[in-house]
């Protein structure tokens, strides 16, 4: 087969992860490099090789791209998507894809002219399958519920150098749908789709400074039990994620790579899968990047289903709104209750 002609749009810190792992795809060609500070954009061509332009317009316009990277501040996600998308070229963007129900609603159209994926590169992570595997073959029994705790460190630089971070116009919220939004997709995962939630948020660490959260709870009903979600980025470090799953026979955590099996008969068993990490991607949320990517290539060669196509990250998305509605409402939000959400 031959190569896919590839683009990145948005040439910052996370597009690095992006382009190595894209210089190592057998079945993807990196051409092309986009990004309003066209220092960024010629770093990115000088390292991978291609070209460099100021816009994604100006890209688009001089290559015939097959598919756009989109790494750009969160509210530029969609609109850029229907960019490439009217032209038939396909889309891999970051996390979030949308910052509202109404983007939302938008970016579900885009599956219509193209194919769509979306970064959550987690569900790849080793520890994860190694869970899934266990839980399938049936011995941990049923999920009852889980719980999980995102407490890394934010400060203040982080966001009034961005530019565009903690700014609920361009960045769509904080700790939620920034930093923890993966380990909510992984609880999604392993529970299914939410019934209802009831959740929390403020900013503790840097009122006057940001207008988005740093810290939120939540209490999620799904159809299978209960699950407890905190997330924060006004601790002290950037501590691996936890993730804990209670099932019928044993209880499961993820704690960063390493997984801890705890049996109702005492027995407990630790296994350790960073040794199995890739690329360049931080320790604490998750080195998966190339095994992302390459996935969503091969189903673009072959025709087959993407893990995380539009359909298949719907519960992860929906669920970050209704998070977010039932804290600014103060009330209980139930699945398809779109009166309440933002």
């Known amino acids: 087969m031959s190569k896919l002609k590839c683009g990145i749009v948005g040439c910052g810190g996370i597009a690095q992860v992006h382009g190595h792992a894209l210089s ?26 291609g070209h460099a332009y100021n816009s994604l317009e100006a890209m688009l316009e001089a290559e015939r791209l097959d598919v756009l990277h989109i790494c750009t501040p969160h509210s530029l996600h969609l609109p850029m998507a229907q960019k490439a998308a009217k032209q038939g070229v396909h889309v891999f963007t970051e996390k979030p894809p949308v910052i509202s129900s109404q983007q939302w609603e938008e970016f579900q159209a885009l599956d219509q002219l193209v194919q769509v994926g ?11 399958a ?71 948020m403020d900013n503790h660490h840097l009122p006057g400074i940001i207008q988005v959260e740093d810290t939120l709870e939540a209490a999620v009903e799904f159809q299978g039990g209960r699950g407890l979600f905190f997330a924060s980025t006004a601790y002290c470090q950037d501590a691996p994620i ?28 630790r296994q350790d899968f960073s040794a199995q990490g890739q690329g360049p991607g931080k320790a604490y949320w998750g080195s998966s990047h190339g095994r992302c990517i390459a996935d969503f290539y091969r189903c673009l060669q072959t025709g ?11 519960d992860t998305v929906e669920l970050m709104l209704d998070i977010y509605a039932a804290a600014q409402s103060g009330g209980v939000v139930r699945s398809g209750d779109e009166a309440l959400q933002m």
């Open 24 to 49: 190592l795809q057998e079945s993807a060609q990196l051409l092309a490099f986009a990004d309003i500070k066209p220092e960024r954009a010629q770093a990115m061509a000088a390292r991978f090789g």
């Open 304 to 314: 087959q289903a993407f893990l995380n196509s539009i359909a298949g990250v719907a």
């Open 242 to 269: 936890l993730l804990e799953l209670a099932c019928e026979n044993c209880t499961l955590r993820i704690e960063g790579e390493e997984v801890t099996q705890r049996w109702r008969d005492g027995k407990v068993v």
């Open 118 to 128: 979306i970064c959550f590169q987690n569900r790849y992570n080793p520890s994860v």
């Open 130 to 200: 190694f869970c899934r595997e266990l839980l399938a073959e049936g011995g941990p029994g049923k999920i009852l519920g889980a719980r999980a705790f995102v407490t890394w460190r934010r400060e203040a630089p982080y966001y009034t150098e961005s530019g565009w971070r903690g700014q609920l116009d361009t960045e769509g919220g904080g700790a939620l749908i920034n930093q923890a939004i993966h380990t909510l997709d992984l609880m999604v995962r392993f529970m299914g789709r939410h019934l209802s939630v009831g959740a929390n």
